[in-house]
């Protein structure tokens, strides 16, 4: 009999920190905030046991900060927290966007604005995909919609960082982060912690020229070329765009819906199914960069769409951008402080489907 | 005297580079770096050493010095510097930041890497006031200082007193050594590169956080001739920010 592979039983939270572990992530930098504790306390031992270390920060700021240095250095390092955290983070997170430093943060979205509430939300979706410090600079943003592929995506977070010399956005929310899923965990293979890192801050051994890394560029034309430089580097990153589709060839009405959304909705969609209706679902998994094609060929297959998320209404500009020329997006928000379920769904769903 | 026999006595430090500065006429920031630069030749870390930058006039140090170099955000040099050590504890790290990038906007970083006992070493630059943005009020400045946003002069009931950092820097528990100096004259000078090599010396033996305060002119925003901004470090800065060793763990046993 061959040896099944391991399987585990873990909330979302820990899955992303295995994940980070597989992923030869050696720093981590943290601060309390619900509802990502579980992630800062486990590695405060299990990276330590790692061969890394661990410093609970004074403040988010001093977390994205310290995430800063080690970037700078070409180590795989992470942060993670909740919304009012990461709001706090932007300024680093714009700093390693303009100095391209590779870094990965977790952002568990809870409700806001404000100090909100340590429930789910999605309300942070502008400032994941839009940039939310100053400065026209993007980074890449993962949104999982399981306990699986979250450990899958922080994984890949490190890559892409690393490849793209870019901080990378994993969105959570407080459903995935305190659900737990069976998941089966994996390492991946040759990962060189040291290969392609000659531009890091490792001491000018042996006498090599100097390294600099920064985002200040004061001389004539200078920020415009770096501004330029970074701007072709998002452009490549289209076709890196990531989307789920479910059931949608033969769909007259696509949801769009991401995250946990994503997955409660999937739930509608298979229930739908059962009953003969054409439902399907359309989930971005990078949201940025955001998979507009994909969304296009639907729209020009002549498909309607209902865009649901856990907020007043943010993802849907990025579907009505994508699909502006052929059709448009209905919208149902769920209002920040309810915890949805499938079953009220069903009706916007509904009523959309029968054009009411 | 035949050409032949001169001997050339004072050089330029390795470690700093051959460039002109963009620093005013009277800037201490120059005296500063070059003392930098002569322990760092000294210690012979300029192969293993990493410089995090602050924002403020000294922003450019990163030009006048061969060494690795990172930019941080306004005042989290220290946090910066903590990332980067934790990632490579091998490595020599120092950051060098001014008054209000330390002791303003960045109060909460330079506490708590000191407190942590962090090791690494940080080169504090008190000239009280913000050079770069046109001399405002700094968290140093003195009572009764004029600047640009205390016009009628500092004011203990509206603007509080002025902040002295080294001395609550030496009451934290992982600090290894903390130190004032001054670069007004010589033997302030000469004090200064001692405490310098000792802070510096603290983290090549592991042992804690190393700091140390340079009270500096800034004769542009005083609006002071060099010779007269001397003059003031002597008479104003330091009756209120006095120079000395604050703490020097090697005299108490280590840090625990």
Redesign the interface.
Known sequence: MSKQPERIFVKGNEAIARGALAAKC??F?GYPITPQNDIPEFMSSEIIKAGG?F?Q???E???A???????????R?MTSSSSPGVALKQ??IS?MAG?ELPAVIVNMNRGGPGLGDIGPAQGDYYQSTRGGGHGDYRHFTLAPGTVQEAYDLTIRAFDIAFTQRNPVLILGDAILGQMKEPITPWTPENIDEEAGRDWC???????RE???????FLGEGELAGQNRHLQAKYASWEKLAEAELFECADAELVICAYGSIGRIAKSVVRKFRKEGRKVGLFRPITLYPYPSEPLLKLAKEGKRFLTIEHNLGQMVDDVRLAIRTVADSGFHPIYPGNMPTPDELEEPILNCLEGK | MTQSAEKIVFRKPESVIDRATHYCPGCHHGVAHRLVGEVLDELGL?????L??SIGCS?FL?NYL????????HG?AP???????????D??VFTYQGDGDLASIGM??I??AAN?GEKVCVVFVNNTVYGMTGGQMAPTTLLGQVTTTSPAGRCMTHEGAPIKMTEIIASLGGTAFAARAALNNVKNIKTAKKYIKKAFEFQLSNTGFGFVELLSACPTNWKMTPVKANERIETEMIPYFPLGVFKDVSDEGGVC
């Open positions: 050696k720093c930098f270390d410093v920060a004074e403040s700021v001093a977390a900060n310290m995430l800063l240095g080690a970037g700078a250095a070409g180590i390092a300024e680093a700093y100095s801050l490792n001491g000018r051994t042996g006498g100097k390294r600099l890394l920064k985002s200040l | 300029a192969e293993n050493a990493i995090i930058a922003v990163y061969n060494v690795d170099s990172v930019e941080a955000p989290r946090a910066v510097a903590t990332g980067v050590k934790r990632a490579r504890p490595k020599f909460a970083e506490i708590h942590r």
